[in-house]
């Protein structure tokens, strides 16, 4: 997924997840130019499109690229809110910002008016995860990490993502489960995105389990 944004090879792709791997979670976007292979010209292609959830900067967790942080900074200016109280106040923030004249504003600072209504509409924009609010599926209680996991075992799931190779379905762990396309049904599909949506409940069972790298393989196939 990583290599189909602007700026990021199948090589650096690999090394940004090798990198999170080894040091955890990004802390901020600069934090992205320590991965090998991410230079200054492809930083600037791909910043906007990753992000960063509870980093060190709110702004992170947004597609504003960090060329127009200044320009979201003072939009909170503005209403009266610094960074960190506007996350803290989430939906009062986007209330005062839903009043607010980006318009006016572009010109008052000789801004760009289209710079100004793309920082603006991702500071309004909600960034919880959309997906949180599908459906939850029927998950055993019984199933609290992978240790509980066995060969066989029958339980629903929601699907996360789907991508070219299969799917990642919330079965109820900290990492998703990978559906992978030659286990979606009895008959050949070519194209995951036909038989699976994003939010769709399924039932599945447990195909293999790999503790030591906390992966789990499930199937459809038989149901």
């Given at each position: 997924?990583?290599?189909?944004?602007?700026?990021?090879k199948?090589?650096?792709?690999?090394?940004?997840?090798?990198?999170?791997?080894?040091?955890?979670?990004?802390?901020?976007?600069?934090?992205?130019?320590?991965?090998?292979?991410?230079?200054?010209?492809?930083?600037?292609?791909?910043?906007?499109?990753?992000?960063?959830?509870?980093?060190?900067?709110?702004?992170?967790?947004?597609?504003?690229?960090?060329?127009?942080?200044?320009?979201?900074?003072?939009?909170?200016?503005?209403?009266?809110?610094?960074?960190?109280?506007?996350?803290?106040e989430?939906d009062?923030a986007?209330?005062?910002?839903?009043?607010?004249?980006?318009?006016?504003?572009?010109?008052?600072?000789?801004?760009?008016?289209?710079?100004?209504?793309?920082?603006?509409?991702?500071?309004?924009?909600?960034?919880?995860?959309?997906?949180?609010?599908?459906?939850?599926?029927?998950?055993?209680?019984?199933?609290?990490?992978i240790?509980?996991?066995f060969?066989?075992?029958?339980?629903?799931?929601?699907?996360?993502n789907?991508?070219?190779?299969?799917?990642?379905?919330?079965?109820?762990l900290?990492?998703?489960a990978?559906?992978?396309i030659?286990?979606?049904?009895?008959?050949f599909?070519?194209?995951?995105?036909?038989?699976?949506?994003?939010?769709?409940?399924?039932?599945?069972?447990?195909?293999?389990?790999?503790?030591?790298?906390?992966?789990?393989?499930?199937t459809?196939?038989?149901?």
């Amino acid at each position: 997924l990583l290599s189909h944004i602007s700026g990021i090879k199948k090589t650096v792709a690999k090394n940004i997840v090798d990198y999170r791997k080894e040091n955890g979670n990004f802390k901020n976007r600069q934090e992205i130019l320590k991965v090998k292979g991410v230079g200054a010209k492809s930083y600037e292609q791909m910043a906007g499109f990753l992000v960063i959830p509870d980093g060190d900067n709110i702004l992170d967790n947004t597609v504003i690229h960090p060329e127009s942080y200044h320009i979201g900074e003072e939009i909170l200016q503005e209403i009266g809110f610094d960074l960190e109280k506007y996350d803290k106040e989430l939906d009062v923030a986007r209330e005062k910002l839903k009043s607010f004249k980006y318009r006016e504003f572009s010109e008052k600072k000789s801004y760009g008016l289209e710079t100004v209504k793309d920082v603006y509409e991702a500071l309004l924009k909600d960034r919880r995860d959309p997906r949180d609010d599908f459906e939850k599926p029927l998950l055993k209680s019984d199933i609290l990490n992978i240790d509980n996991l066995f060969v066989g075992l029958e339980l629903e799931g929601t699907v996360r993502n789907v991508v070219k190779f299969g799917a990642f379905i919330d079965i109820g762990l900290k990492n998703d489960a990978l559906l992978h396309i030659s286990e979606i049904s009895d008959k050949f599909v070519d194209d995951p995105s036909k038989v699976l949506a994003v939010g769709q409940i399924i039932k599945v069972k447990i195909k293999d389990v790999d503790k030591e790298r906390g992966r789990v393989g499930l199937t459809r196939k038989g149901s």
